[in-house]
């Protein structure tokens, strides 16, 4: 989401431009030419904390901008001494910015709760469509690990980090999985996320065709590889969709019960199915009822979906 606001910074930046974050989360970002260096921050200890406010004091940086609206990555800039500290005025910690923004509190699209940061710093948009890029040691890691992975595959994201409200019934994805091979005798690779394995498991065992649908554990790397390739990625509304849909792949998208405003951006890659009902969006990470925006959504009515894209 954010990096419609980084090329712009990047495309007007003198100087280098550095990053603070999870390794993890920041191989998303290889391929683009964005940064320069990178400081690791994985654990939220006192020690790795202090260790980067070190680091930070010492490179003497003219600018920082906090993209996340947390107190803590708005701290370690200010005890850090850096000059011209950049962010959203909020959670408390609008003393330790110099360069605050207003508003971030309003209902808004991630992409353009960023992008607005560029109008505080004076700088020109050039996009507001994500996009992502696949790194040649990252195909070539994939290609020497995954030798069993062809072409022409369907990849399925069956799981949602933000809660279950926003996963599609496992049978459905069964279901879906078999109607797919069936008809285009296509592989179908399920590709679950941390603490995601039993669900996809779930998917795996209830489908008719198993030699056909297969599960992948993946990191974030290879996962970009893999999502670059397929034919078409079937996902509930989480994050993956999103890099799918960076990298141009056709990414049919669950809708659950989220407001599809904080997620819309220009994208010829998306293609939503949702269930209009009248408890829609709720934006409860799990349902108290009976979760019939995502129970409601039958295999059939996403295959059809699934119909069109390929049939284009």
């Not at 290609?143 to 949602?160: E, K, L, M, P, S």
């Not at 109607?179 to 592989?187: A, P």
């Not at 009976?290 to 295959?303: I, W």
Request: charged share 25%; proline share 5%.
């Amino acid at each position: 989401m954010a990096t419609p606001f980084l090329k712009a910074l990047r495309s007007e930046l003198v100087g280098e431009l550095w990053a603070m974050g999870k390794s993890r989360a920041m191989h998303l970002y290889n391929g683009l030419g964005f940064f320069d260096r990178f400081i690791p921050y994985d654990n939220k200890t006192l020690f790795s904390f202090l260790d980067n406010v070190a680091t930070i004091r010492e490179r003497k940086f003219e600018r920082g901008v906090v993209l996340p609206h947390s107190f803590r990555s708005a701290l370690i800039l200010f005890l850090g001494g850096v000059p011209e500290r950049v962010g959203y005025d909020l959670n408390s910690r609008g003393f330790m910015l110099n360069h605050r923004i207003t508003g971030g509190q309003a209902l808004e699209p991630t992409v353009e709760h960023y992008l607005r940061i560029l109008d505080a710093l004076g700088i020109k948009k050039l996009t507001d469509s994500p996009q992502l890029s696949v790194a040649e040691d990252e195909e070539q890691r994939f290609d020497q690990t995954y030798t069993d992975i062809g072409t022409g595959y369907v990849a399925f994201i069956v799981g949602a980090q933000y809660g279950s409200s926003k996963r599609w019934p496992a049978q459905h994805f069964s279901q879906l999985a078999d109607m797919i091979v069936s008809k285009y005798e296509r592989m179908v690779y399920i590709l679950p996320g941390k603490d995601e394995l039993e669900i996809a498991n779930q998917v795996r065992e209830a489908a008719s065709h198993r030699d056909k649908v297969q599960i992948k554990e993946m990191d974030i790397g290879d996962l970009k590889v893999c999502l670059s390739r397929a034919s078409l990625v079937v996902s509930n509304d989480t994050g993956p969709r999103h890099i799918s849909a960076a990298l141009g792949r056709p990414t049919l998208v669950i809708l659950g019960p989220m407001d599809s405003l904080y997620t819309e951006y220009p994208s010829q890659s998306t293609h939503p199915v949702m269930k209009d009902v009248a408890c829609r969006p709720c934006n409860r990470k799990k349902c108290d009822g009976d979760h019939v925006c995502m129970t409601g959504l039958k295999p059939e009515d996403v295959f059809a979906k699934v119909e069109d894209i390929f049939g284009r």
